[in-house]
């Protein structure tokens, strides 16, 4: 069965960086969009970014852009996300997850079970 | 940006009952609309995409209809199971974005 299983969350203190990484398994990774979603705590959901199944492409969300950036290591089967100028408004679980339309741009399913980052001084 | 409006914010209801969630687009997203369940401490669950398109495992007691701007989603009977947070999400254009959300409660 498809997983993804997200690590490398923590606390960090404003202006740090953090790198976030998502193994996936049970479906054919290099074939597949994926995409990072978040929530802020007690909050709805916030998408962040995609990137294309061969990393090629990728879009954000405008106020991401420029100090985040999604990559992926196909021979991995591991989808990034480094972080850096963290704002405490960045405080939330991220979710990685995978385009389910199986193009660039589809629906989200499935989802991870999330890894929580806290920027925090 | 395409901002999603969700109403009402909180659904009171008994199990049994049905739901009826509404999910509002400041523009057209034809039927590039997607919802999802999430239950408290869980990531989310896909339910329906494309505006009507069950998810794979996902009961037929939920059903989802519109186009354009305007979107339902319907929950025919409640079962204990299905009080959570849903959410209407779409893709039509860059970025994404989620609707703020419906809570459906236990009466």
């Known amino acids: 069965q498809v997983q993804l299983v997200e690590s490398g969350g923590g606390v960090v203190q404003p202006g740090r960086s953090l790198r976030l990484s998502c193994a996936a398994s049970?479906?054919?990774?290099?074939?597949?969009?994926m995409h990072w979603v978040r929530q802020a705590p007690g909050k709805g959901l916030e998408w962040v970014a995609i990137?294309?199944?061969?990393?090629?492409?990728?879009y954000y969300t405008d106020s991401m852009k420029g100090r985040f950036t999604i990559s992926r290591d196909n021979s991995k089967n591991t989808l990034y996300l480094q972080m850096n100028s963290l704002r405490v408004e960045d405080t939330a679980i991220y979710y990685c997850v995978r385009d389910g339309s199986g193009s660039y741009g589809g629906w989200l399913d499935p989802w991870g079970q999330g890894t929580l980052v806290t920027v925090s001084s | 940006e395409i901002v999603l409006t969700q109403s009402p914010a909180t659904l009171s209801l008994s199990p049994g009952e049905g739901a009826t969630l509404s999910c509002r687009a400041s523009q057209s997203v034809t039927s590039y609309l997607a919802w999802y369940q999430q239950k408290p401490g869980q990531a989310p669950r896909l339910l329906i995409y494309d505006a009507s398109n069950r998810a794979t495992g996902i009961p037929a007691r939920f059903s989802g209809r519109g186009s354009g701007t305007d979107f339902t989603l319907t929950i025919s009977s409640l079962e204990p199971e299905d009080f959570a947070v849903y959410y209407c999400q779409q893709r039509s254009n860059w970025p994404f974005t989620f609707g703020p959300g419906t809570t459906v409660d236990i009466k």
């Open positions: 049970g479906f054919t990774f290099n074939t597949y969009a």
């Open positions: 990137i294309s199944y061969d990393g090629r492409n990728n």
